[in-house]
């Protein structure tokens, strides 16, 4: 089983910045790969990115490449995803899910509860 706790979120002004901690607790000693999602009301949840501890390969939405990060710290329990260049748009609850590698790519079985990040211009 694997629990996923976020932080972070808050209210920022378009250009600012703003980092989103998830934490990571699990019994297994299974590689896994870890996401961001966001969702706004009547969307569907979009990825926005994903780490895989195994390799340290990222993956990006094109909506956030350039202007996001994601990393792994704390022996791989910590995952942050680093906002800069807020813009409007990226208003949304903020989700950190996790999968086990070599797991299909649109199955993400654990998620947090999210965090709301709000981007007035």
């Known amino acids: 089983q694997v629990q996923l706790v976020e932080s972070g979120g808050g209210s920022v002004q378009t250009g600012d910045s703003l980092r989103l901690s998830c934490a990571i607790s699990?019994?297994?000693?299974?590689?896994?790969?870890v996401g961001w999602f966001r969702q706004t009301p009547g969307k569907e949840r979009e990825r926005v990115a994903s780490?895989?501890?195994?390799?340290?390969?990222?993956v990006y939405s094109d909506a956030v490449k350039g202007r996001f990060t994601i990393s792994r710290h704390n022996a791989g329990n910590t995952v942050d995803l680093q906002m800069n260049n807020r813009k409007p748009e990226d208003t949304a609850v903020y989700y950190c899910?996790?999968?086990?590698?070599?797991?299909?790519?649109?199955?993400?079985?654990?998620w947090g509860r999210g965090t709301l990040v709000t981007v007035s211009s």
């Open positions: 699990k019994r297994s000693s299974s590689n896994y790969v």
């Open positions: 899910t996790a999968r086990r590698e070599f797991t299909p790519s649109d199955q993400w079985p654990y």
């Open positions: 780490h895989i501890r195994s390799t340290g390969s990222t």
